[in-house]
Protein backbone atom coordinates (compact mmCIF):
# COMPACT_ATOMS: atom_id res chain seq x y z
CA UNK A 1 0.00 0.00 0.00
CA UNK A 2 1.55 3.18 -1.17
CA UNK A 3 1.96 6.12 1.63
CA UNK A 4 -1.22 8.18 -0.22
CA UNK A 5 -3.21 5.14 -0.12
CA UNK A 6 -2.54 4.82 3.56
CA UNK A 7 -3.38 8.09 4.25
CA UNK A 8 -6.77 7.78 2.28
CA UNK A 9 -8.13 4.84 4.21
CA UNK A 10 -6.60 6.65 7.67
CA UNK A 11 -9.00 9.08 6.90
CA UNK A 12 -12.00 7.24 5.52
CA UNK A 13 -11.59 5.22 8.76
CA UNK A 14 -11.45 8.26 11.37
CA UNK A 15 -14.50 9.50 9.36
CA UNK A 16 -16.66 6.31 9.87
CA UNK A 17 -15.51 6.53 13.20
CA UNK A 18 -16.85 10.03 13.86
CA UNK A 19 -19.89 10.02 12.11
CA UNK A 20 -20.90 6.75 13.52
CA UNK A 21 -23.32 7.32 16.40
CA UNK A 22 -22.12 7.03 19.93
CA UNK A 23 -22.99 3.48 21.81
CA UNK A 24 -23.13 5.39 24.84
CA UNK A 25 -23.05 3.34 27.98
CA UNK A 26 -24.60 5.60 30.64
CA UNK A 27 -28.21 7.66 29.79
CA UNK A 28 -29.71 10.46 31.36
CA UNK A 29 -33.37 10.22 31.27
CA UNK A 30 -35.34 13.59 30.15
CA UNK A 31 -38.27 13.59 32.64
CA UNK A 32 -40.33 16.36 30.88
CA UNK A 33 -40.45 13.87 27.45
CA UNK A 34 -40.95 10.66 29.78
CA UNK A 35 -43.66 8.56 31.61
CA UNK A 36 -44.77 6.08 34.11
CA UNK A 37 -48.88 5.11 33.70
CA UNK A 38 -50.79 2.54 34.86
CA UNK A 39 -54.22 1.00 34.21
CA UNK A 40 -56.52 -1.05 36.65
CA UNK A 41 -59.92 -1.90 36.45
CA UNK A 42 -62.99 -0.92 38.73
CA UNK A 43 -65.95 -3.25 38.22
CA UNK A 44 -65.58 -2.57 34.32
CA UNK A 45 -64.26 0.56 33.47
CA UNK A 46 -60.54 0.98 33.12
CA UNK A 47 -58.69 3.78 35.39
CA UNK A 48 -55.74 5.39 34.29
CA UNK A 49 -53.06 6.52 36.16
CA UNK A 50 -49.28 8.00 36.67
CA UNK A 51 -46.73 8.69 38.56
CA UNK A 52 -45.70 12.21 38.27
CA UNK A 53 -41.79 11.92 40.08
CA UNK A 54 -39.86 9.15 39.52
CA UNK A 55 -35.99 8.99 38.75
CA UNK A 56 -34.04 6.04 36.39
CA UNK A 57 -30.31 5.25 36.07
CA UNK A 58 -29.38 3.58 33.04
CA UNK A 59 -25.87 2.12 31.93
CA UNK A 60 -26.69 0.09 28.71
CA UNK A 61 -24.51 -0.51 25.41
CA UNK A 62 -26.40 -2.48 23.22
CA UNK A 63 -22.86 -4.03 21.79
CA UNK A 64 -22.39 -5.34 25.04
CA UNK A 65 -25.42 -6.07 27.11
CA UNK A 66 -23.13 -7.77 29.83
CA UNK A 67 -22.37 -4.36 31.83
CA UNK A 68 -25.87 -3.21 31.44
CA UNK A 69 -27.81 -1.90 34.71
CA UNK A 70 -30.91 -0.42 34.68
CA UNK A 71 -32.78 0.86 38.05
CA UNK A 72 -35.89 2.92 38.63
CA UNK A 73 -37.07 4.65 41.92
CA UNK A 74 -40.88 5.94 41.96
CA UNK A 75 -41.95 8.26 44.67
CA UNK A 76 -45.27 6.33 45.23
CA UNK A 77 -46.96 9.81 46.60
CA UNK A 78 -47.02 10.98 43.05
CA UNK A 79 -49.58 8.46 41.78
CA UNK A 80 -52.23 10.48 40.18
CA UNK A 81 -55.64 9.99 38.25
CA UNK A 82 -57.97 11.83 36.50
CA UNK A 83 -60.26 11.71 39.84
CA UNK A 84 -58.24 13.45 42.37
CA UNK A 85 -60.25 10.88 45.14
CA UNK A 86 -59.23 7.96 43.26
CA UNK A 87 -55.49 9.37 43.86
CA UNK A 88 -55.79 9.92 47.31
CA UNK A 89 -57.52 6.39 48.07
CA UNK A 90 -54.51 5.19 45.82
CA UNK A 91 -52.09 6.81 48.20
CA UNK A 92 -53.85 5.43 51.43
CA UNK A 93 -53.03 2.55 53.65
CA UNK A 94 -54.16 -1.12 52.23
CA UNK A 95 -52.99 0.48 48.90
CA UNK A 96 -49.68 2.07 47.96
CA UNK A 97 -49.47 3.11 51.97
CA UNK A 98 -47.34 6.05 50.74
CA UNK A 99 -46.74 7.50 54.34
CA UNK A 100 -44.85 3.71 55.15
CA UNK A 101 -43.54 2.96 51.67
CA UNK A 102 -42.73 6.26 49.77
CA UNK A 103 -40.96 4.66 47.27
CA UNK A 104 -40.80 1.75 44.70
CA UNK A 105 -38.17 0.34 42.47
CA UNK A 106 -36.82 -1.97 40.11
CA UNK A 107 -32.91 -2.93 40.22
CA UNK A 108 -32.37 -5.12 36.89
CA UNK A 109 -29.48 -8.02 37.81
CA UNK A 110 -29.49 -8.68 33.79
CA UNK A 111 -30.50 -6.89 30.61
CA UNK A 112 -31.01 -9.32 27.30
CA UNK A 113 -31.59 -8.35 23.07
CA UNK A 114 -34.72 -10.58 22.38
CA UNK A 115 -34.43 -9.55 18.88
CA UNK A 116 -33.57 -5.96 16.70
CA UNK A 117 -35.21 -3.84 18.87
CA UNK A 118 -37.07 -5.99 21.91
CA UNK A 119 -34.68 -6.35 24.75
CA UNK A 120 -35.74 -7.45 28.52
CA UNK A 121 -34.61 -6.77 31.78
CA UNK A 122 -34.70 -9.28 34.40
CA UNK A 123 -34.49 -8.23 37.94
CA UNK A 124 -36.28 -6.85 41.20
CA UNK A 125 -39.08 -4.85 41.76
CA UNK A 126 -40.14 -4.04 45.32
CA UNK A 127 -43.81 -2.15 46.28
CA UNK A 128 -44.91 -2.08 49.77
CA UNK A 129 -42.02 -3.72 51.15
CA UNK A 130 -42.34 -6.96 48.83
CA UNK A 131 -39.60 -7.50 46.50
CA UNK A 132 -40.36 -10.32 43.84
CA UNK A 133 -38.83 -11.02 40.50
CA UNK A 134 -40.10 -9.32 37.43
CA UNK A 135 -38.86 -9.79 33.39
CA UNK A 136 -39.41 -6.34 32.35
CA UNK A 137 -40.13 -6.44 28.04
CA UNK A 138 -39.27 -3.60 26.43
CA UNK A 139 -38.17 -1.91 22.85
CA UNK A 140 -35.21 0.32 22.52
CA UNK A 141 -34.13 2.50 19.39
CA UNK A 142 -31.40 4.15 19.55
CA UNK A 143 -30.56 7.30 16.81
CA UNK A 144 -27.43 9.40 17.66
CA UNK A 145 -27.12 10.40 21.38
CA UNK A 146 -31.38 9.96 21.93
CA UNK A 147 -32.64 6.87 23.25
CA UNK A 148 -36.07 5.79 23.14
CA UNK A 149 -37.34 3.27 25.15
CA UNK A 150 -40.97 1.89 26.07
CA UNK A 151 -42.28 -1.53 27.73
CA UNK A 152 -44.79 -2.96 29.73
CA UNK A 153 -45.53 -5.30 32.27
CA UNK A 154 -48.69 -6.58 33.80
CA UNK A 155 -48.73 -6.60 37.89
CA UNK A 156 -51.17 -8.77 40.52
CA UNK A 157 -51.62 -6.41 43.12
CA UNK A 158 -52.09 -9.08 45.66
CA UNK A 159 -48.63 -9.79 45.53
CA UNK A 160 -47.76 -7.23 46.88
CA UNK A 161 -50.43 -6.53 49.33
CA UNK A 162 -52.41 -3.65 47.05
CA UNK A 163 -56.01 -3.54 48.16
CA UNK A 164 -55.82 -6.34 49.87
CA UNK A 165 -59.38 -7.90 50.68
CA UNK A 166 -60.51 -6.16 47.87
CA UNK A 167 -62.35 -8.64 45.48
CA UNK A 168 -61.01 -8.61 42.17
CA UNK A 169 -63.96 -8.07 40.69
CA UNK A 170 -64.63 -4.96 42.76
CA UNK A 171 -60.95 -3.87 41.80
CA UNK A 172 -59.50 -6.02 39.08
CA UNK A 173 -56.45 -8.47 40.15
CA UNK A 174 -54.06 -7.31 37.46
CA UNK A 175 -52.64 -3.95 37.01
CA UNK A 176 -50.80 -3.07 33.63
CA UNK A 177 -48.01 -0.48 33.95
CA UNK A 178 -46.55 0.84 31.11
CA UNK A 179 -43.37 3.36 30.71
CA UNK A 180 -41.83 5.66 28.09
CA UNK A 181 -38.56 6.86 28.39
CA UNK A 182 -36.39 9.55 26.15
CA UNK A 183 -33.15 9.54 27.20
CA UNK A 184 -29.63 11.26 25.98
CA UNK A 185 -26.46 10.15 26.21
CA UNK A 186 -23.77 11.63 28.84
Do not use: H, N
Not at 134 to 161: E, N
Request: no cysteine; charged share 20%; proline share 4%.
Amino acid sequence: MTLPTLRSALVAAALALVTQPAAAADWAVDAADSSLAFTARQGDTAVPGRFERFEVAITLDPQDLSGASISVTVDTASVATEDAQVGATLASDGWLSTAAFPTAAFASTAVRRIEGERYEAEGTFTLRGVSMPLVLPFTLAIDGDTAKAAGAVTLLRADYGVGAGIPADTVGAQVEVSFALTAKAR
